[in-house]
């Protein structure tokens, strides 16, 4: 996933350019799934250069890729990131892969690959494997937890995988790597 955006860009480019870029993701996905905000990551004014600005992207936040391609997914998509969070005491490096998904009505789906049982990470299924049961998308080697295509839990576990908010700028979709949300 190598979507590329400049990454310094006059306020004058960001606003008639990335500005409308997000705002039509936005409302695809908006329109689509609610799992969708905007806001965290800012542009800032450079130092000592009036017209210039820099994307002020908190650490915790890690590209996923461009909107576009990850829209065009049908099967899903691996992602590895690194990342590094910041708490009030220490930084920490964190790297690991979420797997990016679309629902039935296209929504974006961003799933940790963390088993809701003892914390393996899930696989996906085998063709066979999905022929036995037609919901099955995701499968954990451990002890055989069953998700399907958008983490929900189909089998052996009740609790479905954890997912992150796509959080869009410009052309590309991150995610908050520190706040995953946990299903009810
Ligand atoms: S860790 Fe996944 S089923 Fe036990």
Known sequence: MNGHLPRKITRRSFLSTSGKLALGAAGVLLGSTGLFYYGAIHEKKRAGQANATVRDIPEKFVKIGEFKKLNAITGFEKVNYKATIQDA??????????????????????????????????????????????????????????????????????????????????????????????RT
Request: contains cysteine; proline residues 5%.
């Open 89 to 182: 005491w220490i930084k920490t490096s964190k790297q690991g892969f979420v797997y990016v998904t679309k629902g039935d009505n296209g929504e974006l789906f961003i799933l940790s690959p963390a088993c809701t049982h003892l914390g393996c990470s899930v696989e996906p299924a085998a063709e066979m494997q999905r022929i036995r049961k037609r919901e099955l998308f995701f499968l954990c080697p451990c002890h055989g937890a069953e998700f399907d295509k958008v983490g929900n839990a189909v089998g052996v576990v009740t609790q479905g995988l954890d997912t992150y908010k796509p959080v869009i700028f410009g052309a590309d979709v991150y995610i908050d790597i520190s706040s995953p949300e946990r």
